[in-house]
């Protein structure tokens, strides 16, 4: 078996037997390995720098990994330098097959030569008769090309000239329109300044007399809200006093059932009012009181 053979061979076996050409690690752990061996090489910072940046890797693993590196390094290197030398041997054996198909051919070579000059002296009189023939028709070509392009271009230049002057119509015309549109926007500004120092004015007085009223309605809450609790003491102090009375009274209220059917005395009353009373009972409808502070609003 050749010696390159044999070096790719132990190689591979390498390889399949550590893991690959990581050594088993992932991809980011040798990455991360490559990066600290490369700049702490040879340096006592490299194993601190290796455990704080490899934190899955205790120190055995990493010395191991340095060993299987430094193996790696030197079996690639001789599987190159292997195939370096496959390739020079190829190369010999490639130029001396040439040299001798050289050898063979050198006797031949000059009756080819002798043909192939003949047949390109024939081929050369051929392109230069279809050359000249090519020029002339050319030429003609050329000069009717010419005289079609003139025309053309007089047929552009009168067709630009009045474009020209469309343009120059259009652009009398807007800017005309542009001044008028101008004249337009400004009297609307102007117009629309008073409306909004109109409008402004009448929201400010319309705020002034929110104001006012909001005032107004505050100092009634206020006392509202004091009249509602002088009541709410006042009911406190009246109901304080009642269970005052009613602790100090002993009532007693004898059983009576027929008081059950008896008429109450707001329903006598009724009664008396209605056969006194002929045109009925007056109605009287609630109605809302106007505060005092409220009056002449």
């Known amino acids: 078996m050749p010696l390159c053979s044999v070096c790719l061979n132990f190689f591979q076996r390498f390889l399949q037997q550590t893991g690959g050409h990581q050594g088993g690690w992932d991809d980011y752990d040798h990455q991360t390995f490559l990066r600290i061996h490369r700049t702490h090489k040879g340096k006592a910072s490299f194993m601190s720098t290796a455990l704080a940046s490899l934190p899955g890797h205790s120190e055995d693993d990493i010395m191991q990994h340095v060993q299987w590196y430094d193996e790696y390094l030197t079996l690639k290197e001789s599987r190159k ?14 130029a001396e097959v040439l040299a001798k198909a050289e050898a063979e051919q050198e006797e031949t070579q000059l009756d080819l030569d002798r043909k192939k000059q003949e047949r390109m002296d024939q081929e050369r009189q051929e392109r230069l008769s279809h050359l000249t023939r090519y020029k002339a028709e050319q030429e003609l070509k050329r000069l009717a090309e010419e005289e079609e392009r003139l025309k053309e271009q007089l047929i552009h230049a009168r067709q630009e000239e009045k474009q020209r002057k469309q343009k120059a119509a259009v652009k009398l015309k807007a800017e005309e329109y542009a001044r008028q549109k101008a004249e337009e926007k400004e009297i609307m500004q102007t117009a629309k300044a ?7 004015q009448r929201k400010h007085m319309a705020n002034k007399r929110i104001d006012k009223f909001q005032e ?6 206020d006392e509202r809200r004091i009249r509602q609790q002088e009541r709410q003491l006042e009911e406190e102090e009246k109901s304080r006093r009642l269970d005052k009375l009613k ?9 009576d059932p027929s008081r059950l ?11 008396k009012d209605k056969t006194t009373s002929k045109s009925g009972p007056s109605v009287c409808l609630p109605k809302r009181a106007v505060p005092s502070w409220r009056v002449g609003v």
């Open 261 to 271: 059917y008896r008429l109450t005395e707001g329903w006598e009353n009724r009664k």
């Open 247 to 255: 602790g100090q009274v002993d009532v007693r209220v004898e059983r």
């Open 81 to 94: 330098e292997a195939i370096h030398k496959w390739k020079g041997m190829k190369e010999s054996e490639r």
């Open 216 to 221: 107004r309605d505050q100092v009634a809450l």
């Open 194 to 200: 008073a409306v909004m120092h109109e409008e402004m």
